[in-house]
């Protein structure tokens, strides 16, 4: 896939402290402070009576709802939802499939869906939906409003995983007068994250068979490390104590690497390459990687993502070396990984522009 050409955004800042440990939510709040400490404190004022609709554009896997999260973690999360419509169409689909929540989703509904299809063939839309088959958007948007109304109070809302297909794109552009009773700022937010990077995200995924909690031996390990000598391999222990050091193992389906999503990604990558050029509507680029020959000017060493690498000593204990994660772009240049937390710092400042 072609690389989006977005230009890497500058977070670079003197002062400070030496390191931050973005995996530490304090040392992570003082960090954000130090590189974007007014521009929170003004977003935040703004959300005190205003809000805004923002769309998460970004292939599969691309770090939407994670960029989102940590957005709402220095804001405040009582000021910000972020709303999955893959999330509220599988909710929608267990409410409809259980008879003591059907009749209150139904006669929503019946009160609040438009649309050419009958609303009874909708809903037989979205109980009988495939990987392969997209739920009426009429009634998807239906939904994100139930989903926006069920809170009771006015967020600012970040929209993850709509537009979906081609034929909704006109739908996202008129997305707040569709809802009706809100007049926010809208915009959308493009994520260029590598397909080497979600090549690699997918490759080698495991989970704790107890708590069902993700990692990634190579980017995102546990504190403890453990060695199979039969099998002379290293494993991730899950650092949840009521696991009791349980051992991760493979995520099913990740063997089917990228062929699982690879018409997903596409689909993904022309609705962006299409909203990108659409007037009138405010952007925010946000990018996960930084050239090589750009790192020292553009980004803090502690921002790029580790690789970890497993040895033995001589004793037969785990040693762990940690290196700055180095991929490729889609253009081919070798460029640095960059943990969340730096991509945020970007939203954070591109968004304070639009709204302050």
């Not at 009426?136 to 139930?146: D, F, K, Q, Y």
């Not at 991760?248 to 997903?264: C, T, V, W």
């Amino acid at each position: 896939m072609a690389s989006l050409g977005f230009k890497v955004f500058k977070t670079k800042k003197l002062g400070g402290k030496k390191k931050y440990n973005l995996e530490n939510p304090a040392d992570r709040k003082s960090y954000f402070q130090f590189k974007a400490g007014k521009e929170i404190a003004d977003i935040r004022d703004y959300l005190r009576k205003n809000t805004f609709v923002a769309f998460m554009m970004g292939k599969k896997n691309s770090g939407k709802g994670t960029y989102t999260k940590l957005f709402a973690e220095q804001i405040g999360p009582e000021r910000v939802k972020h709303i999955s419509v893959g999330d509220v169409v599988r909710d929608a689909h267990r409410e409809i499939e259980n008879p003591k929540t059907k009749k209150a989703l139904v006669g929503w509904l019946k009160e609040n869906y438009r649309g050419l299809m009958p609303l009874s063939k909708a809903i037989d839309a979205l109980v009988g939906r495939t990987t392969s088959t997209l739920v009426p958007t009429e009634l998807i948007l239906a939904l994100v409003e139930r989903a926006i109304s069920l809170d009771g109070k006015k967020k600012a809302v970040f929209i993850d995983g709509f537009p979906r297909g081609l034929d909704q794109i006109s739908y996202s552009l008129f997305f707040r007068h569709i809802m009706g009773y809100r007049d926010d700022p809208d915009f959308f937010v493009f994520i260029d994250v590598p397909t080497s990077i979600i090549a690699a995200r997918l490759a080698g995924r495991v989970i704790c068979p107890v708590c069902h909690v993700p990692r990634h031996p190579k980017l995102m390990r546990t504190k403890e490390i453990g060695y199979d000598k039969g099998k002379k391999e290293f494993y991730l222990k899950c650092d949840n104590a009521s696991c009791n050091d349980a051992r991760m193992i493979p995520k099913e389906g990740d063997n089917l690497g990228m062929a699982a999503i690879k018409d997903r990604l596409t689909t993904d990558e022309e609705i962006m390459r299409n909203l990108l050029t659409l007037q009138g509507v405010p952007k925010v680029y946000i990018r996960n990687t930084v050239p090589l020959t750009e790192v020292k000017t553009k980004i803090d060493s502690y921002e790029a993502t580790p690789e970890y690498h497993y040895y033995l000593d001589s004793k037969g204990s785990v040693l762990v070396k940690e290196t700055p994660w180095i991929v490729k772009d889609d253009a081919g240049v070798d460029s640095y990984s960059l943990l969340p937390a730096a991509p945020v710092v970007a939203l954070i400042k591109q968004i304070h522009k639009i709204l302050v």
